[in-house]
């Protein structure tokens, strides 16, 4: 007599499971415990040199290079609490502690140029800054490659002309009798004396930076452009989106890393305003508002022969400089995610 479904006998039930489970395959884990993978064994300096030997020899030279002109040359700073005299130890002869300091501090004429440094640096950032990011934008709507590329040459061009020339073509342009003034005559006006006023200096400095580096300054960013998936710009335009859309959404988004790396990096040349154009534009009628610290220090230090004191001023703008690196890292890695380190 057979049995029936449920009194089958447990022996039955377990074959029942067996043949299931062969079907089925091998056993799983549990579906809590993920199975753990073998950690890699880290690699040793030792072994990787070994290895890549001849990768790490090209670094050589440069090392070298940054140790004798970048590295050596910092442990002059120690005559900015040192009396130096020339002839005498390049170490300085005596220690005065915070003498030098407490001088610039206590100068007016320090300040002033500082002042000046510090607007010359805004204008120059606020306005040299965002341009290539513009220009870049706009060649990269260009759909004709022939006049994309006669207008990144026209562009680039100043680029690699020295500050000689470019201060020579702007005296020859700003003179009284120069091609400005000629212009200004030609509609009744009176000649302007640009390169002796000094209220014209810092619009002259800056619309020189503007034409000198704008262009150069495009090639970062139309290479970043590259680097952006086309596959965004067409889910874009099937959700609806304009060229403005795509720019403000796609695009940026897509180079803000190389616009934060660079914003960073000007930041800590903030006050490094380029000293050989001021030096070869200004003049005593203009140290108003063009004597800024590098040519100040010049003065005090090679001409006036004071090195400790304009080494305590360097000093302190190196350190403005590294501040200013550091928190805009800082502020850029918390707000954005990007950084230099």
Known sequence: MPLKQDEQSPRAEARGAAAGAALD???????????????KRKQSWKTAFKRDWQLYTLAIVPLIFFLIFKYGPMLGN???????????SIFGDEWVGLRYIEMFVNDPSFWHVFT????????????????PIVLALMLNEVRQRYFKKIVQSISYLP??????????????????????????GAFGGEGIPFLQRAEWFRFIYVGSEVWQTVGWGTILYLAALTSIDDSLYEAAKIDGAGRWRQTWHVTLPG???????????NIGSFLNVGFEKVFLLYNPLTYETADVISTYLYRVGLVSNNLSYATAIGLFQALIGLVMVLSANLISRRTTGTSLW
């Open 25 to 39: 395959g091998p056993p799983r884990p549990p579906a809590g415990k993920p199975k753990a993978r073998p950690r």
């Open 78 to 88: 120690v005559i900015a609490f040192r009396r130096f005299r020339p002839g005498g």
């Open 116 to 131: 000046n440094t510090v607007i010359l640096g805004s204008l120059s950032m606020v306005v040299c800054f965002p341009l």
């Open 159 to 184: 680029h690699f002309l020295s500050i000689v020339i470019i201060v020579g073509m702007l005296m020859q342009l700003l003179s009284l009798e120069g091609t400005v003034n000629q212009i200004v």
């Open 255 to 265: 180079i803000r890393p190389t616009m934060v790396t660079l914003l960073i990096l």
